[in-house]
């Protein structure tokens, strides 16, 4: 006879979600907002990091992960819940007392896109090059 857990329990080092979101990124329990700017917020509580970069893990799509010696990296991540066309670069590490979670935006900004009634040798001239890429002035770019 197996004893199964019931669903409710989470497994040893497993976090339950918590009421704070970042970014559209719900933070865990036990992990408080400790600055929130335009572009980047950050979040600390006394859980241990690896833990909390497994919460991310599970969070956000990312093709690639960091891990180091003083914490994760999640180097260009989608988050779950959040807005798809934004970027984040997020950071896990250990700091002190507890684990700081660090978010930053890392969107790529829009491209210009060129004005079509502008002669393409105009465009170049404005960019300080001749049509064929050369400098128009070589001294302002040594």
């Known amino acids: 006879m197996t004893s199964a857990q019931p669903a409710d329990h ?5 976090l339950d979600p918590g009421d704070q979101t ?21 979040a600390t509580g006394r859980i241990p990091a690896e833990d909390v970069a497994n919460y991310v893990r599970d969070r956000v799509d990312s093709q690639r ?6 914490g994760t990296v999640f180097p260009s991540v989608h988050i779950q819940g959040g807005d798809p066309s934004r970027v984040y670069r997020i950071e896990v590490h250990w700091a002190g007392t507890g684990t700081e979670l ?7 900004p829009p491209r210009p896109v060129p004005d079509p009634n502008v002669p393409e040798a105009e465009r170049w001239r404005r960019a300080g090059y001749r049509p064929n890429g050369m400098p128009i002035d070589p001294a302002t770019f040594r």
Not at 22 to 42: D, N, Q, T, V
Not at 65 to 70: D, T
Not at 102 to 108: A, C, H, K, N, Q
Request: charged share 20%; hydrophobic share 45%.
């Open 10 to 14: 989470l497994g040893p080092g497993e």
């Open 22 to 42: 970042i970014f559209g990124l719900l933070l865990p329990r036990g992990m408080k907002i400790s600055a929130h700017f335009p572009g980047i917020a950050h």
């Open 65 to 70: 992960i960091e891990l180091g010696a003083v």
């Open 102 to 108: 660090e978010l930053r935006d890392v969107t790529p």
